[in-house]
């Protein structure tokens, strides 16, 4: 289709939806942050919840987590209503373990940090401690088929930016910033 | 929200959507093929266009190239129907530089028969060969931002596969079938 | 430099020494055989090990991961003769966490079969569960950095191959062969 | 093995064995910034070289990149040296089309700054203009398997990162730092 001529990126308006959307879909920063707290606190005992929240919130501020972000709560919201197309309306209706394009779009978040991250989000996406376990109740009547995977996905790209950050810190350099 | 006790995954169904609405998108496998020929005729002189179409009629059986089929030309109708929210609803009907989710899709797609077809996605993506440049004509009233990906994924996975296919044949093993 | 006139490339030789080379490791088909029943049983309560080691031995035909699995276990071999070059030479004699290429080799194993393994290599790279742990024991004088992500990567993939199976006999097709 | 009591990961010195090794393996900043000058000129007709060089600097800062880097290298020396086994060795040396791992390690340095540049890195690993087109001149002793696409994949990085901050500069933000 013709590209609007009016049309420019907003990047400070996606990151505001991202949030927005975000909370309404009842993920807050501090359950992503417990999250983080759960697969690091072995490895760093004097690491804070606070701390955690400020990790997950430098995460949301790259715009490839943001376009995930929307794009997989888009669909669930779609799915959610009714208003996708069969068999795709079937197929995130009901989670279908062999649909996959959840998986992926979780994988660009926590590429943002590298490959150290691939761990840390299978092992939240299998156990689906707090937040995560809520999302998979299926006993509401919302979809959260890609938020799901998406929220362990977040958790895990700040698991690996504290990661880097530990070490810049161990050798006295500055590092990359916590936000 | 609660599975549906009657939900069960009908492959063939799924298959035989994905063909249809490749088709009324303005894609048939023809015009994939062409572009697989475009890719491979100088390496394999006596390929056919005919052969080429076997090969892309096999990667179209696979489930994961059917689900990221389905789900980007899902989103690239709820784009062409504005029934996106925004900013979302613009970045995808404005086919955004910097959106990247059509990108990741398109890789899930090469990904099938492995890293061997990232190149020639990147190279069709760019030059935008046939039905390629067709899909990226702005004049028309519909979007096609995933779509395009899609298709030259398709191709670039259909090489692959080639490739694969031809050592076999090279090698005198029965190897994997066209189709 | 240039290439070889005598040069061919020789599948059966790649995959027997793929084979050769995970047994001089201290890897038998059975051990991975009993990842993948440590992360289905739950899901599919008849699956045997047998079974399981036919799924194994599906993932260790296909040439990507032949590939993989050749050139992780040659950087093993070579940074336990300590025959890297300075400073990769102590990361991946030490593990590194913040190295990387070792879950990148092991992810392209995983996506043989499609995203919906990466759960599952998540899970098991983090338990270390059966051969994982002993692969991870750093008393013995052997380097099995990539090694360790490797398997955990075939038991994955080997498992969304079953669910690819299994769905197959759910629906009365004759699906992919186990092996 | 044991991990090294000694053992401590000391950044600085791996981003400085990331410069000399390019360096001694023929390749200079400038050479690469040419590659993402050819990429981007089109887009941005005021992009000078000296520019380019910088947004390439930026990407070798980056520890994903610089693990890449000198795993692929060590690989091709190794290839060079026929320090590799067989069947390894001889498919790095002749840069076997069927291989894959040289595309996996320069798709995770691609992935630094997000899908976007997938396209990018196929163009140019496909056109191979200017110093890829050395890397792949078969006549001399030295063995590029690995460092043709790395050159490429840091290119095709390099250019997201222009595409980020002219974003950022268009909105009036600070945007992502050239270096």
Redesign the interface.
């Known amino acids: ?4 001529s009016s ?8 990151a505001e ?1 991202t949030r927005e959307w975000l909370t309404k879909r009842g993920v807050e920063t501090p359950q992503i942050a417990e999250l983080v707290l759960f697969l690091q606190k072995d490895y760093y005992p004097d690491l804070t919840l606070q701390e955690c929240e400020l990790y997950v919130e430098a995460v949301l501020t790259k ?2 987590v943001q ?2 972000i ?2 997989g709560i ?2 669930d ?2 799915a ?1 209503e009714g ?6 309306q ?2 995130i ?9 959840d ?6 978040i926590v ?2 940090y ?3 991250g ?6 939240v ?3 689906k401690p707090g937040i995560l376990k809520h999302l998979n109740d ?6 959260h088929t890609f938020l799901d995977d998406i929220v362990g996905a977040i958790a895990a790209a700040a698991s690996s930016r504290i ?2 950050r530990k ?2 810190e ?2 006295g ?1 500055v590092g990359p910033p916590i936000d």
Chains 1, 2, 3, 4 share one sequence.
């Open positions: 289709m013709p590209k609007s049309y420019s990126l907003n990047s400070a308006k996606i939806t715009r490839e376009n995930a929307l794009t888009q669909l919201l779609l959610e208003k996708l197309l069969s068999p795709l079937e197929m209706e009901n989670d279908e373990g062999l649909y996959g394009c998986e992926i779009l979780a994988l660009s590429n943002v590298g490959s150290i691939f761990t840390n989000f299978g092992y996406d299998k156990l299926k006993e509401d009547a919302q979809c990661a880097h070490q810049a161990r050798e350099r």
